[in-house]
């Protein structure tokens, strides 16, 4: 499920977890592709996740990017099938940014099956338009993945998700993974040669 040749070496991450699922896989993942990590929310206690931290409360995410002087910032959520990302000034990236970013990398290298990309009804109008520059098509399901999911089926597309960073990639896993999401974005910005901060300008 990982971009193929992604290297990381050189490039400060800061990487939330919000004291869940992903704790331990995804800071591993991102130091083994040779990140240097600032971690957060990986103290888990039984009781405190997504307390104060996570794709829910992205506030230290952000704070700590600027602090550090990081490159990318990543937040999952508890169950870390949900993320939310910070550029290298320290800015949320939401889920549709996010979608947008993988589909126009996706649909350069001729990886974007059948043209478009499924949103929900919630989706910004920006994703809309920006999508149809770039000749690619929205399609809007009702919110909730589920509904995604169904609609990237009856579409026959792979690639769709949510404001909040639920996104499914249907060629990479069957439901929202997180850490795979924001690997995408991680090798689209290293292929442009860009800052994040840039790639979504």
């Known amino acids: 499920t990982f971009p193929r040749n ?5 490039m400060r991450i800061v990487i939330d977890c919000a004291n869940g699922a992903a704790y331990k896989v995804a800071p591993s993942v991102l130091w083994e592709l040779g990140a240097d990590i600032v971690t ?7 009781t405190n996740i997504n307390q104060d931290c996570g794709s829910t ?26 993320v939310l990302m910070a550029d290298e000034k320290g800015n949320i990236i939401d889920g549709d940014q996010i979608l947008a970013l993988i589909a126009k990398s996706w649909s350069k290298k ?10 929900t009804v919630m989706s910004n109008a920006g994703l809309d338009h920006y999508l149809q ?6 399609a809007r ?28 990639a249907l060629d990479k896993h069957t439901t929202g993974d997180g850490l795979v999401s924001a690997l995408q974005v991680l090798h689209a910005c290293v292929r442009s040669g860009k800052s994040l901060s840039q790639c979504l300008s």
Do not use: M
């Not at 957060?40 to 039984?46: E, I, M, Q, R, Y």
């Open 6 to 10: 992604l290297r990381l070496d050189g």
């Open 40 to 46: 957060l929310g990986v103290t888990p206690d039984g």
């Open 57 to 82: 409360e992205p506030q230290a995410l952000c704070a700590k990017v600027r602090e550090t002087r990081a490159d990318f910032g990543i937040a999952l959520d508890g169950d870390a099938d949900r």
């Open 110 to 119: 001729g990886k974007l099956k059948g043209g478009g990309v499924v949103g």
């Open 133 to 138: 520059s770039i000749d690619l098509n929205l």
């Open 141 to 168: 399901a009702k919110v909730g993945d589920r509904y995604v999911l169904e609609d990237l089926h009856r579409q026959g597309w792979t690639l769709g998700g949510e404001g909040s960073g639920h996104l499914l």
